[in-house]
Nanobody
Framework: QVQLVESGGGLAQAGGSLRLSCAAS????????MGWFRQTPGNERDFVAH????????YYADSVKGRFTISRDNAKNTVYLQMNSLKPEDTAVYYC?????????????????WGQGTQVTVSS
């Protein structure tokens, strides 16, 4: 079983940056594709970014392309989300998860072992 812990969230001003981390506190994620999602109150979790197990392939939601970068350090069993040029609409709880169904890259049901989430708030 894999247990994921997100960190790095907080308050940022519009135009600023934050770096989220997703570490496996139990198990290993080295051989798994991984993803980041985000959720606002009353809404479903939306896809943000995906990275293959090797780090060679990445996908992004259109809303974050060119601003966010997903990366990973398999030696540290950790996935990152670098968020630049933040906007107030990026405010959400951010979750990382294991892509357990590789054909479902941008859909929540394709993921499991969700972390507890980390709050990101961007002020205007």
């Amino acid at each position: 079983q894999v247990q994921l812990v997100e960190s790095g969230g907080g308050l940022a001003q519009a135009g600023g940056s934050l770096r989220l981390s997703c570490a496996a506190s139990r198990g290993t994620i080295r051989n798994y594709n991984m993803g980041w999602f985000r959720q606002t109150p009353g809404n479903e979790r939306d896809f943000v970014a995906h990275i293959s197990w090797s780090g060679s392939t990445t996908y992004y939601a259109d809303s974050v392309k060119g601003r966010f970068t997903i990366s990973r350090d398999n030696a540290k069993n950790t996935v990152y989300l670098q968020m630049n040029s933040l906007k107030p609409e990026d405010t959400a709880v951010y979750y990382c998860a294991v892509n357990i169904i590789p054909t479902m890259i941008m859909n929540g049901p394709g993921y499991g072992y969700w972390g507890q989430g980390t709050q990101v708030t961007v002020s205007s």
